[in-house]
């Protein structure tokens, strides 16, 4: 299957620190890729829609100057979590779709 | 009401037994429909996908859809204890679109 991935796997900063963590489709093109976040024990929230050359589209109470998303390429989105509290503190997961959606591996990211 | 709703379980199945898991959708705009296996800690990892009315069989796993009742079922064949997870259900309604998830459905294979 279309295989994604995620750059980190995990990250742990600082209060206040901003944090970017990177999503690629490896072996096909994606104009559009999904940001998610998952709490412990809750399930996927979607977070944005990050179009290839346009802005993202984000869900609603989501901030988008604190989520920042890049989609400079077909293969490439970006998702950076500005001045990061703990409470930002979540499981972050990419998705792209070929034909058929797949997941990268997620980020755990972790605010001191 | 949630637009995607699964039992939360946990779904207690002996090994070798049948799991069977269903969703429920509340969107007739729905079209294609995704099961997903999401261990502690992992991302969600696709098991199949069905989009026509009836069965689809992929090895041990079964997927079944009825739009006239909006119920979508997963049945595993011949359990393992680590098959152990989480089971997402998830609707889209085309193609290209996001995908909107159920609360996932807990199920715990025992030996």
Redesign the interface.
Known sequence: GAVVSQHPSRVICKSGTSVKIECRSLDFQATTMFWYRQFPKQSLMLMATSNEGSKATYEQGVEKDKFLINHASLTLSTLTVTSAHPEDSSFYICSARETIPFFGPGTRLTVL | QKEVEQNSGPLSVPEGAIASLNCTYSDRGSQSF?W?RQYS??????IM?IYSNGDKEDGRFTAQLNKASQYVSLLIRDSQPSESATY?C?A?KAA?N???????TRVLVKP
């Not at chain 2, 800690?41 to 696709?46: A, D, N, R």
């Not at chain 2, 996001?98 to 996932?104: D, E």
């Open positions: 995704f997903y800690g992992k991302s969600p990892e696709l996908f997402l998830a889209v290209g996001k995908l909107t998830f159920g609360g996932g």
